[in-house]
């Protein structure tokens, strides 16, 4: 029998969908939903309380609704903190996102690696044991950028936000002593990939950039590996909390991306 259920991702706002292009790739034929909490945007300025309390409860509701299959956590903050809450209150499995410091460690030369994530999710203690697991002979410097996410937001939107704010981003890093070493950047928000190239215009040298969002992919295809799935994908769902002017404003961006219709939760 053919399985119609969806692979469900969820985010405060649109990052997570740097992670719907690689599972995508790999997963032509699954359904997606996509869930971004409008309304408690952004989660990067908000306490581990509010996040811990707030995210399990939304994703109990999207999945009666949606019965997904699968969850993709698509927000490094959310994960960071509240991902054992979500997979104790859930009954089918959980995928989370944590900042990509392993993958930055092996292909870093200088041993100098930057982490540009959220306030919040910069000063998890998940982020200082992932540095002494696996990057322990590097240096790991660190910068929560808010701005940043609401230039991701803009982009989607179809705006050009100036140049010079995604500088003042990146020497959040640079700035730092040592930081002038670094050679690879971790791109700890999903919302950062999707202005990559912006990002790398403004950097005052040639960096690499890395993410979580091909290793997520592969994850998401072990854990459905032997599952039936429909004929096609048919049509994506974007679904938010709050559906307003911002939210329809991304219309176009995210039919780009296979989300044709939009609801509110």
Known sequence: MTDDRPILFFDSGVGGLSIVAPARA????????YAADSAGFPYGTRTEQEIAARVPVLLGRLAERYRPRLIVIACNTASTIALPAIRAALDLPVVGTVPAIRPAALVS??????????QATVRQAYVDDLAARFAGDCTVLRHGSADLVELAEATLRGERPDPARFAQALAGLFDQPGGAAIDVIVNACTHFPLVEPQLAAAAPHPVRFVDGGDGIARRIVALTQGQDWPAGPGEGIAVFTRL??????????????GFTAMEEL
């Open 109 to 118: 030369r200088t041993r100098t690696i930057g982490v540009l994530g959220t």
């Open 244 to 257: 307003g002017d911002r939210e329809r404003a991304l219309t176009p961006g995210l039919a780009i991306r």
């Open 26 to 33: 790999l997963l032509p034929q699954a359904r997606f939903v």
